[in-house]
């Protein structure tokens, strides 16, 4: 402000100027008019100035110009001013000039920020909802609540592990029966093999069809792992999840299915593991909000780039919980 403060100093002394010059003859006394009008017009611009940097420094309201073009009709006539009015003239000008500039500059600079403040407001909203949902699907805690999920799952093969719901791959050898319905699964050949990174993922595909949760979970994290730039890997991301879901997994889906839509939110299955993340978080039982925010999140981002089949699912979805 201390720059604001010498302007205004300078007002002052001009203004006392042109006072001392009103005892001179009329056509001075016309021009000094001339001179205090357009000085008016200095002063508003420096108070829009100083209002916009308040407001940069905590103000709260939106500040509107005062500036305008100097009344026309302030304009002098008469015989040429003298020597010093004339030269007073020019410095008034010359800060009319500067003033203007500056307060151009200012209005531009408070505009961007109130768009950086704005968008950072939305990327904080956003971060902080990706967050929450994250922190509560590692933070919830296994029991009857977060056992059931929003489709079928198979019984668990062997009930006195209640940690695992489906035989490990290291029990197929011991279960002849899990082996040979591991081995009538199709592996990928011609034009579902171009090369290994396909052939990988839709083998891990393949197993999850065929309800072969821990065998398509360990070829889809196999597939993540050898080829995280495939063009296939937000596909794979959302089949993995949808293998934890299956699988009675809701919590280890819920992350996938959030890391793919954070990770790869341009990925050809981004929308569907937000869908997908609401279901997860249903069968985790979590509040409404928590799914509604999915649901907003995905209206959002995606609006008008969903599917007839996924806005259906997510109108439902927003049915079901009531979201506003």
Request: with cysteine.
């Amino acid at each position: 402000m201390s720059s604001g403060m010498g302007m205004r100093k300078f007002a002052m002394m001009v203004t006392v100027a042109g006072g001392l010059m009103a005892a001179g003859p009329v056509d001075a006394q016309s021009t000094a008019a001339s001179l205090d009008a357009r000085m008016t017009q200095v002063e508003k611009r420096l108070n829009t100035v100083e209002r916009a940097v308040s407001r940069q420094n905590g103000g709260a309201t939106m500040v509107q110009p005062e500036i305008g073009p100097p009344d026309a009709t302030t304009s002098a006539a008469g015989t040429p001013a003298s020597a010093p009015l004339a030269d007073l003239t020019a410095r008034i000008a010359s800060v009319e000039g500067e003033v203007s500039g500056l307060t151009n500059r200012v209005e531009t600079a408070e505009h961007r920020l109130q768009q950086l403040e704005a968008d950072f407001a939305a990327y904080k909203k956003d971060t902080d909802a990706r967050l929450r949902a994250l922190e509560d699907g590692r933070s919830a805690n296994p029991g009857p609540n977060v056992s059931a999920g929003p489709v079928d799952t198979p019984a668990p093969s062997k009930p006195t592990k209640p940690v695992a719901t489906t035989p490990k791959p290291a029990d197929i050898d011991a279960d002849p029966a899990r082996a040979d319905r591991v081995a009538a699964v199709p592996k990928p050949t011609g034009a579902d093999a171009p090369d290994k990174a396909t052939y990988a993922y839709n083998y891990g595909y393949r197993l999850w069809k065929a309800q072969l949760y821990p065998e398509a979970e360990g070829q889809l994290e196999k597939y993540g792992t050898r080829f995280p730039k495939h063009r296939l890997v937000s596909r794979a991301q959302n089949v993995l999840g949808l293998v934890y879901l299956d699988d009675g997994k809701a919590r280890e889906a819920a992350q996938i299915f959030y890391e793919n839509y954070s990770k790869l939110p341009d990925g050809d299955r981004a929308p569907d593991s937000l869908l997908n993340l609401a279901r997860a978080l249903t069968a985790l039982k979590r509040p409404a909000p928590d799914v509604c925010q999915v649901y907003k999140e995905l209206g959002d981002v995606y609006g008008d780039k969903l599917s007839a089949a996924q806005k259906a699912e997510a109108d439902k979805g927003r049915a079901t919980y009531k979201c506003k």
